[in-house]
Structures are given as C-alpha cells and as structure tokens.
C-alpha cells in the first residue's frame, strides 16, 4: 500500500513537472512572438502603411484599392510546384504548369517563428498571430515582373466565400520575391506528368477595411 502511494504520488509530481514546463515553454513563445510584432510595428513605424525594405518598389498597378489598410505582413519561404501537360490550345505542345504553392509564413524576415503556411488555392493559413485558426483564399488580380529571374509580384483579392468566416482580410499583396520561376527546360510528351518543386520566397502582405481593427497585433 505504501509503495502504491508513493508511486501515485510521483506520477503526479512528473505530470506536474511536464504541465509546468510545457506551460512556460508556450509562455517563452507567446512573448517572443508578441515581441516580433512590436519589432515590426516598430520598422514599419506607427504609420503601418510605411513599406519596409523593397516594399518601397511595388508598381502602381498592384496598389490595393482606397478603404483597406495594411495589417500585417509575414515572409515565406517555399517551393511554387510545377507538372508538365498538354497545352490548353494545342494537345502537342506540352508545358509547365504552376499547380500550387507550398511554403510557411513567418514573422521575421529571417525566417524565425513560424505563424503559418501556404499552399493551393491560393490559400493562407495561421496557426498563430492576429489570424490564428482562420484561412484566407484569394484570387489573382494583376501580376508584374518586377526581377525576371523570380516569379511575379502579384495584387489578389480575397474570396470571402471560400475563406473562414472569421477572415478579415480584403487583399493580399506578394511582393519582394526570388525565384519560383518554372524549369528551363522545354518540356517534350515523355515529361507528361512529371513534377518539379521550385525554391521560392515572398514577402506577403495582407490588408484589411480601413474602419476595421479587430485584427491588429
């Protein structure tokens, strides 16, 4: 009986000693993310609008319409996916096709904290941050070739329809982007089907209505 007792008593010390560690951990990670937040707002000083870094060059074609407002930004790092098929207007040629993005989204432009991800649709999802548990999907509106050695920066404007009835982002830019390009190579019917993960990064920025703060970090 006593050594049951002193079994109990030590299981629960060790779950007690797990809580507490587990529990501090995900407190380390709440305050620096909420510190990677303040580091941002402070860059883009207390106008968030100001751009940081090449966010300077976005063309006007790609501007977001007046009444929305930039909320937040992150920085991906990825892989935009390609497959060989026929040509929509010509069942002999063949060509690359992009089929999706593959990349997670992070709050510091060196890639550190990770806060969500993106993949096809196009579509973003957070797992923490001022979005978290919530999924924009947005559409292509224009696209420029600001390098042309990268994929193009884009302006997308969000399907409320397809996304989490919680999103609270209008538009999307991708900007500051390097690589992604599809393969050089001219794709021939013995490529038929096969696929090709590209190495990409991007800068995303996300827009809300301008009266709306609910999301702000």
């Known amino acids: 009986m006593k050594m049951t007792i002193t079994k109990i008593i030590g299981s629960f010390m ?22 990677h937040l303040t580091e941002q707002q402070s860059a883009a000083g207390t106008d968030r609008s100001q751009p940081i870094g090449c966010e300077s060059e ?4 790609l501007n977001v319409p007046e009444g929305n407002k930039l909320a937040y930004r992150t920085y991906a ?16 040629v063949f060509v690359w096709v992009n089929t999706a993005p593959a990349a997670d989204l992070y709050i510091q432009p060196n890639y550190n904290n990770l806060v969500g991800i993106h993949y ?3 579509s973003w999802e957070f797992i923490q941050g001022p979005y978290k548990g919530e999924k924009t999907v947005a559409a292509r509106l224009q696209g420029v070739t600001v390098d042309p050695a990268a994929i193009p ?7 409320a329809g397809l996304s989490s009835p919680g999103n609270q982002v209008t538009y999307i830019q991708r900007v500051c982007t390097t690589g992604g390009l599809a393969p050089a190579i001219i794709p021939n019917e013995s490529n ?13 920025l ?3 209505k301008a009266n709306e ?3 702000q970090p």
């Open 14 to 35: 060790l779950s007690a000693g797990l809580a507490f560690a587990l529990t501090s951990c995900q407190k380390d990670l709440n305050t620096g993310f909420e510190n």
């Open 58 to 61: 976005i063309p006007a074609i």
């Open 77 to 92: 790092t990825g892989v935009q996916i390609y497959e060989v098929r026929r040509s929509a207007s010509n069942p002999n």
């Open 120 to 122: 096809g649709g196009p």
């Open 153 to 159: 920066w884009l302006l997308l404007k969000v399907n």
């Open 192 to 204: 038929l089907g096969q696929v090709e993960e590209v190495p990409y990064t991007a800068t995303y």
């Open 206 to 208: 996300f827009y809300e």
């Open 213 to 215: 703060g609910k999301k």
